[in-house]
């Protein structure tokens, strides 16, 4: 006979309750957003649901239809070829293409859905429905490929809108959930913890700062919400680490202070304006630290002052260790590059320099990002819609590729329709590699009717053939 014959239900349901409001310390140290608790005791048992009631009609699934690329033969490409066997001159149509992801109502006024940027890209529709199962058609407020964020915007009432939390404040072992629409099943919640904090160098995007968690993520829920027992935003899950093609415990998210960045500004402008100072800048080494006088290896050192620049005026120095920026410290190189090309342009930022192994706080203005541009419709006519640019000093593709940047790209025009896109880093021009715009300008000029173009989009590389 078991123990639990012996013990009436008055005890058993005073034990549980115990066991409850032991647990809730551990769970939750202040009350939830919208004065819940986030964990509840219902029964005899602890339970999120109450947590989450609240906050998951703020999550929805997002389903995109875009055009799959039409792979032709070359041969299909020569129009003697297409006579001598009777072929339509019409090229056969791009046929559509579903997939699907997730989103988060960040203002339920305005209807402002955030999401990744490589679940819309490409879009040529955008449905949102909701946990309640009302469906909109939704509009493209802008999108930043550089730190894989998108807002959309939904015309609907009655909507619910997650709370921003700072992601500033994270622990590694703060408990998280995340939510989401895995493998198209509909709204899941999974639950982890914080893993590690400020993950970058993954060539997953140009600005990383990752949140890591081991809250289970899956295909389909990029764009999800990742959120603490308040109740608040805290992430977007945005990638995963997946040998095996799922879950394996190591999932990344957009920290919400900078997707939180990127929706004022997409907001405002419908784009990104990225800040500069005019720094060259490099992680400190231990034996840089040494060297500079620093207690221990954290900030950015300044490697190169640009004349004119920002910087030069504020009296910026080679050599200068930036240690905080406006009160926020700064571990290194790629966390000072991610504050400053999210900063508004045009307002002025307090760094934290360590000089000579003395402190200082010296005030500099974030002015916008300068880069050469010229339209590639005026040297190919073939190219029309696309804007190339040098590769600015302070993206963080500088000086790890060699190439042109292809800045915008407008859908429908002759580039968007030849597979230019968004984000694309042009390597080289019939094999012939090129360093710079001008040096694009002139191979693009001499190409001819027949141009072959290098392509470098994310880590991959592509070969464009365009007549």
Request: net charge neutral.
């Amino acid at each position: 006979m078991g123990l639990m014959p012996l013990i009436d239900r008055a005890r058993a349901r005073a034990l549980a309750c115990a066991l409850a409001l032991a647990l809730l310390p551990v769970w939750s140290s202040a009350p939830a957003h919208a004065g819940i608790p986030a964990v509840a005791v219902e029964g005899d048992v602890p339970s999120l649901a109450p947590l989450l009631d609240k906050i998951t009609p703020a999550v929805v699934n997002i389903s995109v239809t875009s055009a799959a690329p039409v792979q032709q033969n070359p041969l299909l490409q020569d129009p003697f070829f297409r006579r001598f066997f009777n072929l339509p001159d019409t090229p056969p149509r791009a046929q559509p293409r579903m997939s699907a992801g997730s989103g988060v109502i960040v203002d339920a006024r305005r209807g402002y859905v955030l999401t990744n940027n490589h679940v819309v890209e490409n879009a040529t529709e955008i449905a949102v429905t909701l946990k309640d199962r009302r469906q909109f058609k939704a509009t493209l407020v802008g999108r930043d490929p550089e730190t894989d964020v998108a807002m959309l915007r939904i015309d609907a009432r009655d909507l619910t809108a997650l709370a921003m939390g700072n992601s500033d404040k994270l622990r590694v072992g703060d408990y998280v959930l995340a939510i989401g629409n895995p493998f198209g099943l509909g709204q899941t919640v999974t639950s982890g913890i914080v893993s590690a904090l400020g993950r970058s160098g993954l060539n997953i995007e140009g600005y990383e700062d990752f949140i890591q968690t081991d809250a289970s993520i899956n295909p389909g829920n990029s764009g999800g919400a990742l959120v603490n027992l308040k109740g608040e935003l805290i992430g977007i899950n945005t990638a995963i680490v997946a040998p095996a093609g799922g879950n394996v415990g190591i999932g990344f998210a957009v920290p919400a202070n900078m997707a939180h960045a990127v929706m004022e500004q997409l907001a405002s402008f419908g784009e990104i304006r990225r800040g500069r100072l005019g720094v060259a800048i490099q992680d400190v080494t231990p034996d840089l630290a040494e060297a500079l006088r620093l207690d221990r290896p954290v900030g950015a050192v300044i490697t190169n002052v640009e004349a004119g620049s920002s910087a030069e005026k504020a009296g910026l120095r080679q050599g200068d260790v930036i240690v905080a920026v406006d009160n926020d410290p700064i571990e290194g190189a790629s966390d000072l590059r991610n504050k400053i090309g999210l900063e508004p342009v045009g307002g002025t930022i307090a760094l934290d320099v360590i000089r000579d192994g003395r402190k200082r706080t010296i005030r500099a203005e974030v002015v916008k990002m300068r880069a050469e541009s010229a339209s590639a419709g005026a040297i190919s006519p073939m190219l029309e819609g696309a804007v190339l640019t040098d590769i600015d000093r302070n993206s963080p593709q500088y000086g790890r590729v060699d190439g042109v940047a292809v800045t915008s790209v407008k859908k429908g025009s002759p580039a968007w329709q030849h597979g230019l896109r968004d984000g694309d880093i042009l390597v080289a021009v019939n094999r012939g590699k090129i360093r710079s715009l001008a040096e694009a300008t002139e191979a693009l000029a001499d190409a001819g009717p027949i141009v072959a173009l290098n392509i470098l989009r994310g880590n991959s590389m592509l070969y464009l053939v365009i007549r």
